[in-house]
């Protein structure tokens, strides 16, 4: 079952960008990059995906890498409700497989 | 006005009980999920119905049972509750793109967290 990896944590100061990485090498060509992003206590939402290009919405940022082994999601500037798991995630046929997840806090 | 709605949030239950988990959804979504998360909070997928059809089936236990009476709704009933079966439950819905599943986006409810004591 291919997974997804990610550093289990990472830290940001509000206001500042964060750039969170996920590696997926073993990507089949038509598994679509998805980003999700899980506050305590609630269920994942959804942030951005991305095939092959990268990818900019009103939350976020998705730059994947040429060979598509691995992909960045950017956080342009993060507050204080960033703070959560984000899960990378590859969307294969409508079944998502979620890695570890980073938990990302953000200092005031 | 909840997208996707889980009953109920909390359930707490002695081993050997059956229970059942109920998922709703307003969306108008065709393709509904669900998903259990472990003590480590690692997501894995169960089941997935498109338009009452069932798609995906992962390896899980046959005592899990889900039933789609329409688009709106995925339950989950679960015989002979054990103590690995204690985790947060999720249901999600989505709308099948055009290009395929692939690319949907998934839309998830708060999650039952179910104690089997």
């Known amino acids: 079952d291919a997974k997804t990896t990610q550093p289990n944590s990472m830290e940001s100061n509000e206001e500042e960008p964060v750039h969170l990485p996920c590696n997926h090498s073993t990507i089949s060509g038509t598994d679509y990059i998805h980003w999700y992003r899980q506050l305590p206590s609630q269920g994942p939402e959804y942030v951005i995906h991305g095939l092959t290009s990268n990818v900019n919405n009103r939350m976020a940022s998705l730059a994947i890498a040429e060979d598509r082994k691995s992909s960045t999601l950017i956080l342009h500037r993060a507050t204080l409700r960033d703070a959560a798991v984000y899960y990378c995630?590859?969307?294969?046929?409508?079944?998502?497989?979620f890695g570890q997840g980073t938990i990302l806090t953000v200092h005031p | 006005d909840t997208a996707v709605s889980q009953t109920p949030k909390y359930l707490v239950t002695q081993m050997g009980n059956d229970k059942s988990i109920k998922c709703e959804q307003n969306l108008g979504h065709d393709t509904m999920y669900w998903y259990k998360q472990d003590s480590k909070k690692f997501l894995k997928i169960m089941f997935s119905?498109?338009?009452?059809?069932?798609?995906i089936n992962e390896t899980v236990p046959n005592r899990f049972s889900p039933k789609s009476p329409d688009k709106a709704h995925l339950n989950l009933h679960i015989n002979s509750l054990e103590l690995g079966d204690s985790a947060v439950y999720f249901c999600a819905s989505s709308q099948v793109a055009s290009g395929g599943l692939a690319k949907n986006i998934q839309y998830f409810g708060a999650g039952t967290r179910l104690s089997v004591l």
């Open positions: 119905y498109n338009n009452k059809e069932l798609i």
């Open positions: 995630t590859r969307a294969s046929y409508g079944k998502l497989t």
